[in-house]
């Protein structure tokens, strides 16, 4: 998962606050979609 440019793109946003701003991201992301995508893409 790329989360660096989502990071950056609301770094202005967020005034800079990374820890709030990953935080936000890890509560909002669909874990079991991105380990079906995982698990295909290994094969």
Not at 14 to 31: D, I, M
Request: aromatic share 10%; charged share 30%; net charge positive.
């Amino acid at each position: 998962m790329r989360r660096r440019v989502w990071e950056q793109a609301y770094r202005l946003k967020s005034q800079n606050r990374r820890p709030s701003t990953v935080a936000g991201l890890y509560k909002v992301v669909h874990w079991t979609e991105v380990a079906r995508r995982l698990a295909a893409a290994k094969g």
